[in-house]
């Protein structure tokens, strides 16, 4: 019997995770996707997937995927829903977008989206319906703020070192992120590093993850706490000569004033706040002064704290100390989002802009219950339409945002490949596409390739792309004429690059991906930092400089006249007490991507099957709490009944509950997320996921 016939053809991986893979794709004769590999002649990807994304057929045709249209039949929440067609649904929501529009004026209705796709097609054209309609604007704060807002403090620009750089580096280290989960081909190129040229591992983080078990130094240290070790890092560099006195004149705004500063900022006062013991600090801090070419691989996740913009802004600051920035395999890197120069006016309608107003994506639980700051002055929101992510599962404040769901008098749209905890509070709910079934254009945050990523089958049932429900609606809400809406997602990327100076699609595909790296001075910023003075900066005024991402009108957020103006730790967290003596950090799971892959067997057989927390032992046992007991983590936001598991290599007094389950993965239907505050971060924005003080008790059985 003969084999089916199996071509190989190549995409790009669409999720949230800076490594935004190469991937070359199986596809049988009749169509369908089989495995899906790492393209081993992309220089970043270098043939390396995570295994969620190399078993994607698992998702692609999964039983449970959203086929047709459906109307709400059940109370909201209950997921009861029958079947409509497209032009039903279609016809409905435009009647119930203007009913509201004319009753509340047109800010009422709230397109809400984020990175469900890193798409800049299928996910950006959202805006272009919002800019058309003048509907409320969305100021996205949930994800990259305090990270972006801190680094660039420092640099004066969103970018760095050439990532692929790790593999000429003689030590790596990896602060504040787990890679092995959520960016594995950080651990491709420092595993390299480390077989080819000797080079040290030192992984940073508040419990032993799976990259600290591949590490030759993990350094565990308690949350929110990372600015206090960077200090005193930078005290012994400066102390034992080993900081680069010529670098630091050369490219640094105060270096006299920040040794002066760091001089009480000892690895003795470190290990008070940080429970990481001064010995260890002191022989880290020499590694780092001694070995020059130190490529230092900064994480979102030390930033998902209230002082988290401080915390990355002093992280960064170690390679200005030593003068790595200099070497090849050295410096500083979080994100490379500057370097890329893509027009998206098109896609984003953007010329059709109005001065609408801007309401905060991390504050979606208050803006639906009715806060009027949060509301910023305007009317309440009475319509959503959400493509792109879950935040009944993902948002903060849980509690707020399901009962602002669950207002009859908010019609919500909820475009989706299944049925999520938002799709359940759904009034209609449309069968959206997977990536591999739509065209779309990627940009890499941890690395410098744009990619493009063709339909390579077709989609099951009647699962449309964003861009069709996006372009239908406006014909029918009678928007504003833009040519975007009448040009299909091959010819917004074509137009995109044509007008970026990046050529056209058609010789993208030819080469399947564009190398955007700046050249190494650029880079390593041997010809002056971003900042007007050309200089890195230690003294930051924050709330008053420049970051990727600012409110439209330009204010800060909270306390941002307390951050320290030199690096030092800011104690802002939301700190233990008698009554809640446990801080949680809600980490990324593995098998997980945010609420993604949560519903493939694969995944949730690897992850236990079940939510859980994990504990020190011997925090358990004084809390008289047994290896598999029930429990209820608890703060004045909620509860949560999950199992507890005991684990070694854990901060003390923290307990970590890996990756966003589904809500109908708990008995009472409470998710993690239920216990996580949405105070802005200063300055700019962000919500605290891993900042959160709890208690921890039994559950009754």
Same mark, same amino acid.
């Given at each position: 019997?003969?084999?089916?016939?199996?071509?190989?053809?190549?995409?790009?991986?669409?999720?949230?995770?800076?490594?935004?893979?190469?991937?070359?794709?199986?596809?049988?004769? +009749?169509?369908?996707?089989?495995?899906?590999?790492?393209?081993?002649?992309?220089?970043?990807?270098?043939?390396?997937?995570?295994?969620? %994304?190399?078993?994607?057929?698992?998702?692609?045709?999964?039983?449970?995927?959203?086929?047709?249209?459906?109307?709400?039949?059940?109370?909201?929440?209950?997921?009861?829903?029958?079947?409509?067609?497209? &032009?039903?649904?279609?016809?409905?929501?435009?009647?119930?977008?203007?009913?509201?529009?004319?009753?509340?004026?047109?800010?009422?209705?709230?397109?809400?989206?984020?990175?469900?796709?890193?798409?800049?097609?299928?996910?950006?054209?959202?805006?272009?319906?919002?800019?058309?309609?003048?509907?409320?604007?969305?100021?996205?704060?949930?994800?990259?703020?305090?990270?972006?807002?801190?680094?660039?403090?420092?640099?004066?620009?969103?970018?760095?070192?050439?990532?692929?750089?790790?593999?000429?580096?003689?030590?790596?280290?990896?602060?504040?992120?787990?890679?092995?989960?959520?960016?594995?081909?950080?651990? #491709?190129?420092?595993?390299?590093?480390?077989?080819?040229?000797?080079?040290?591992?030192?992984?940073?983080?508040?419990?032993?993850?799976?990259?600290?078990?591949?590490?030759?130094?993990?350094?565990?240290?308690?949350?929110?706490? &990372?600015?206090?070790?960077?200090?005193?890092?930078?005290?012994?560099?400066?102390?034992?000569?080993?900081?680069?006195?010529?670098?630091?004149?050369?490219?640094?705004?105060?270096?006299?004033?920040?040794?002066?500063?760091?001089?009480?900022?000892?690895?003795?006062?470190?290990?008070?706040?940080?429970?990481?013991?001064?010995?260890?600090?002191?022989?880290?801090?020499?590694?780092?002064?001694?070995?020059?070419?130190?490529?230092?691989?900064?994480?979102?996740?030390?930033?998902?704290?209230?002082?988290?913009?401080?915390?990355?802004?002093?992280?960064?600051?170690?390679?200005?100390?030593?003068?790595?920035?200099?070497?090849?395999? /050295?410096?500083? @890197?979080?994100?490379?989002?500057?370097?890329?120069?893509?027009?998206?006016?098109?896609?984003?309608?953007?010329?059709?802009?109005?001065?609408?107003?801007?309401?905060?994506?991390?504050?979606? /639980?208050?803006?639906?219950?009715?806060?009027?700051?949060?509301?910023?002055?305007?009317?309440?929101?009475?319509?959503?339409?959400?493509?792109?992510?879950?935040?009944?599962?993902?948002?903060?404040?849980?509690?707020? %945002?399901?009962?602002?769901?669950?207002?009859?008098?908010?019609?919500?749209?909820?475009?989706?490949?299944?049925?999520?905890?938002?799709?359940?509070?759904?009034?209609?709910?449309?069968?959206?596409?997977?990536?591999?079934?739509?065209?779309?254009?990627?940009?890499?945050?941890?690395?410098?390739?744009?990619?493009?990523?063709?339909?390579?089958?077709?989609?099951? =049932?009647?699962?449309? +792309?964003?861009?069709?429900?996006?372009?239908?609606?406006?014909?029918?809400?009678?928007?504003?004429?833009?040519?975007?809406?009448?040009?299909?997602?091959?010819?917004?990327?074509?137009?995109?690059?044509?007008?970026? =100076?990046?050529?056209?699609?058609?010789?993208?595909?030819?080469?399947?991906?564009?190398?955007?790296?700046?050249?190494?001075?650029?880079?390593?910023?041997?010809? =002056?930092?971003?900042?007007?003075?050309?200089?890195?900066?230690?003294? %930051?005024?924050?709330?008053? #400089?420049?970051?990727?991402?600012?409110?439209?009108?330009?204010?800060? @957020?909270?306390?941002?006249?307390?951050?320290?103006?030199?690096?030092?730790?800011?104690?802002?967290?939301?700190?233990?007490?008698?009554?809640?003596?446990?801080?949680?950090?809600?980490?990324?799971?593995?098998?997980?991507?945010?609420?993604? @892959?949560?519903?493939?067997?694969?995944?949730?057989?690897?992850?236990?099957?079940?939510?859980?927390?994990?504990?020190?032992?011997?925090?358990?046992?004084?809390?008289?709490?047994?290896?598999?007991?029930?429990?209820?983590?608890?703060?004045?936001?909620?509860?949560?009944?999950?199992?507890?598991?005991?684990?070694?290599?854990?901060?003390? /007094?923290?307990? %970590?509950?890996?990756?966003?389950?589904?809500?109908?993965?708990?008995?009472?239907?409470? =998710?993690?997320?239920?216990?996580?505050?949405?105070?802005?971060?200063?300055?700019?924005?962000?919500?605290?996921?891993?900042?959160?003080?709890?208690?921890?008790?039994?559950?009754?059985?």
């Amino acid at each position: 019997m003969n084999k089916p016939v199996t071509i190989t053809a190549h995409s790009a991986c669409p999720h949230d995770c800076p490594s935004t893979c190469a991937l070359d794709v199986e596809v049988t004769a +009749e169509g369908r996707i089989g495995r899906l590999r790492g393209a081993a002649d992309n220089a970043y990807t270098a043939g390396v997937i995570c295994a969620k %994304v190399a078993r994607y057929a698992e998702r692609l045709y999964h039983p449970d995927r959203l086929l047709t249209p459906m109307a709400r039949v059940g109370a909201k929440g209950e997921g009861r829903f029958e079947p409509i067609t497209w &032009d039903e649904a279609l016809d409905l929501i435009a009647a119930r977008f203007l009913e509201a529009e004319a009753k509340h004026g047109p800010e009422t209705v709230w397109p809400y989206y984020y990175a469900g796709t890193m798409g800049l097609v299928q996910r950006d054209s959202i805006h272009r319906l919002r800019h058309a309609k003048g509907y409320s604007q969305q100021f996205s704060s949930i994800c990259t703020n305090p990270a972006w807002t801190g680094y660039v403090a420092g640099t004066g620009l969103l970018a760095g070192p050439d990532p692929r750089e790790m593999t000429k580096a003689d030590q790596i280290i990896i602060w504040g992120t787990n890679a092995v989960a959520t960016q594995v081909n950080v651990m #491709t190129h420092a595993i390299t590093a480390r077989k080819t040229r000797g080079a040290k591992i030192i992984v940073i983080d508040v419990y032993r993850t799976e990259t600290m078990k591949q590490a030759d130094i993990g350094i565990v240290l308690k949350p929110g706490s &990372d600015a206090a070790l960077a200090c005193a890092i930078m005290h012994v560099l400066f102390r034992d000569g080993l900081a680069d006195r010529e670098y630091l004149a050369r490219y640094t705004d105060c270096p006299d004033e920040l040794e002066a500063h760091l001089a009480t900022r000892t690895p003795e006062w470190a290990e008070a706040i940080t429970g990481v013991p001064a010995a260890e600090i002191t022989q880290l801090a020499r590694m780092i002064g001694e070995v020059k070419r130190t490529f230092i691989r900064l994480g979102y996740g030390f930033t998902r704290s209230r002082n988290g913009a401080v915390s990355m802004h002093a992280a960064a600051s170690i390679a200005a100390v030593a003068g790595s920035w200099q070497y090849e395999g /050295g410096g500083a @890197f979080h994100n490379n989002g500057a370097i890329y120069k893509l027009d998206k006016s098109m896609v984003e309608g953007s010329s059709l802009r109005t001065g609408t107003r801007f309401l905060d994506q991390s504050l979606i /639980g208050r803006v639906l219950t009715g806060d009027t700051e949060a509301l910023a002055g305007g009317p309440p929101v009475t319509a959503l339409l959400i493509q792109n992510t879950n935040p009944v599962s993902v948002a903060p404040e849980q509690t707020l %945002v399901k009962q602002g769901f669950a207002r009859e008098d908010l019609f919500t749209v909820v475009h989706e490949q299944f049925m999520t905890d938002t799709a359940r509070y759904a009034d209609i709910v449309l069968p959206a596409t997977q990536f591999l079934e739509h065209d779309d254009i990627y940009r890499g945050g941890g690395h410098q390739y744009m990619l493009f990523g063709p339909k390579l089958t077709e989609s099951p =049932g009647e699962a449309r +792309e964003n861009i069709f429900v996006i372009n239908e609606l406006a014909k029918r809400l009678g928007a504003k004429y833009h040519p975007g809406f009448h040009m299909s997602a091959r010819e917004h990327v074509d137009w995109m690059l044509v007008n970026s =100076g990046y050529g056209t699609l058609a010789e993208l595909e030819a080469g399947r991906w564009k190398d955007l790296q700046p050249d190494f001075r650029t880079a390593h910023y041997l010809d =002056g930092f971003g900042h007007a003075d050309g200089k890195y900066h230690f003294k %930051v005024d924050w709330g008053f #400089t420049a970051a990727p991402n600012r409110p439209e009108d330009g204010k800060p @957020f909270g306390a941002h006249a307390a951050m320290p103006r030199l690096p030092d730790y800011w104690n802002a967290v939301e700190n233990a007490d008698a009554e809640h003596p446990f801080r949680l950090v809600t980490a990324p799971a593995r098998s997980f991507l945010n609420s993604s @892959f949560t519903e493939t067997p694969g995944s949730t057989k690897k992850e236990g099957g079940r939510p859980e927390v994990w504990m020190r032992p011997e925090e358990a046992a004084a809390a008289g709490l047994e290896d598999g007991a029930r429990v209820i983590l608890g703060n004045r936001r909620g509860e949560v009944r999950l199992h507890l598991r005991l684990v070694e290599g854990i901060a003390p /007094g923290t307990v %970590v509950s890996e990756g966003i389950w589904p809500n109908t993965a708990f008995e009472d239907g409470n =998710g993690i997320n239920t216990l996580i505050g949405a105070e802005p971060i200063a300055p700019y924005g962000g919500a605290a996921f891993h900042d959160c003080a709890v208690w921890v008790r039994p559950a009754a059985s």
